[in-house]
């Protein structure tokens, strides 16, 4: 009978240490979760510093900044001249709206997925050009 009550015991000791394990676990998976939010809570801050910054200082930056700034400038101009080449192909061609929303819906299908971004820590401010 002792054998019974000493392997009961045990049993009662690894489910123990199982619900344990599991508990820890658990809150191991929240916390690293809530990491993970408040990472993205900091990327999206830094974004907008940038953009507020961009706003504000994009014509005149400081040093540090210009080449970024500049990088956004053309990127813009670039968008602009897109966007009016767009509406003259639309106009030669006698092409809809729905036309370039058809083509457009179908390119995009395979970066349908979110893109990944390769893990960069967020306490670290990115080196200035």
Not at 94 to 121: G, H, K, M
Request: charged fraction near 30%; aromatic fraction near 6%; glycine fraction near 4%.
């Amino acid at each position: 009978m002792e054998f019974f009550n000493n392997l009961k015991d045990r049993a009662m000791d690894l489910a123990q240490s199982g619900v344990s394990k599991s508990k820890q676990l658990g809150e191991i998976a929240k916390l690293y979760l809530n990491n993970v939010t408040e990472e993205d809570a900091i990327r999206k801050a830094y974004i907008e510093i940038g953009k507020l910054y961009y706003a504000e200082r994009g014509m005149a930056p400081e040093a540090a900044y210009a080449a970024l700034c500049e990088k956004i400038t053309a990127s813009k101009v670039n968008i602009e001249e897109n966007k009016s080449r767009i509406e003259e192909l639309k106009a030669e061609g006698d092409v809809t709206d729905a036309d370039v929303a058809a083509v457009i819906e179908l390119s995009a299908e395979p970066l349908a997925e979110e893109p990944v971004f390769p893990e960069t820590p967020v306490d670290e401010v990115p080196p200035q050009e």
